[in-house]
């Protein structure tokens, strides 16, 4: 029940295309959704996070749709770019408890 | 305003001896975390620190681990015996207290490498 579990694990998409990373949760105590970008040999960085009233946020290409009643969240980029180029983790995790609990990652490459 | 610090940024070790990591959260927060990042692989929870309460233990693997935390600021995880096993990336991160803002600070982790 503690589980994010995340797809895929790796993806690769052309330049301009548009980038999905899902993620499914079973815990419906979580009520914080945040999605972290890790580049090689740093440590990962907030990017865009959601609560569960409401089903879509927008930060410029980057956009989060949550689906309450299916338990799924997913993260688009748009018009992906080779600096995009990076892992991907989804997350979860609900005030009364301490622990973040993240996905397994996915590894974005965007090509030229 | 400097960021989450941790150190040594690299640590190779022999198997069986004992490594002490450090983790400098960022100044005024109450919460710390440690995560283990094996290779290619997802963060696994290891301990949470939040103000004066008692810490989370939950995700520690084996009582060969330890960790504390220091007058609410600095935190040593310390893995004793080590084994080849334990080679990863561990992560430091320190977040305000929760609530409404709940987003955690990484630092960029110290890679061990035990051979």
């Known amino acids: 029940q503690q589980q994010v579990k995340q797809s895929p694990q790796s993806l690769i998409v052309q330049k301009g295309g548009i980038s999905i990373i899902n993620c499914a949760y079973e815990?419906?105590?979580?009520?914080?959704f945040p999605w972290y970008q890790q580049f090689p040999g740093k440590g990962p960085a907030l990017l865009i996070a959601?609560?569960?009233?409401?089903s879509e946020k927008k930060e410029g290409r980057f956009t989060i749709s949550f689906n309450k009643s299916a338990k799924q969240f997913s993260l688009h980029i748009m018009d992906s770019q080779p600096g995009d180029s990076a892992t991907y983790f989804c997350a979860a995790s609900y005030s009364s408890a301490s622990k973040i609990i993240f996905g397994s990652g996915t590894r974005l490459s965007i090509r030229p | 305003g400097a960021g989450v610090s941790q150190s040594p940024s690299n640590k190779v070790t022999e198997k069986g001896k004992d490594v002490e990591l450090r983790c400098d959260p960022i100044s005024g927060h109450t919460a710390l975390y440690w995560y283990r990042q094996s290779l290619g692989q997802g963060l696994e929870f290891l301990i949470y620190f939040q103000g004066n309460s008692a810490p989370d233990k939950s995700g520690l693997p084996s009582d060969r681990f330890s960790a504390e935390r220091t007058g609410g600021s600095v935190s040593t995880l310390t893995i004793q015996r080590t084994q080849q096993e334990d080679s990863a990336v561990y992560l430091c991160a320190s977040s305000v207290d929760r609530g409404k803002n709940t987003e955690a600070f990484f630092g960029q982790g110290t890679r061990l490498t035990v051979v």
């Open positions: 959601i609560r569960p009233d409401v």
């Open positions: 815990n419906t105590a979580f009520d914080y």
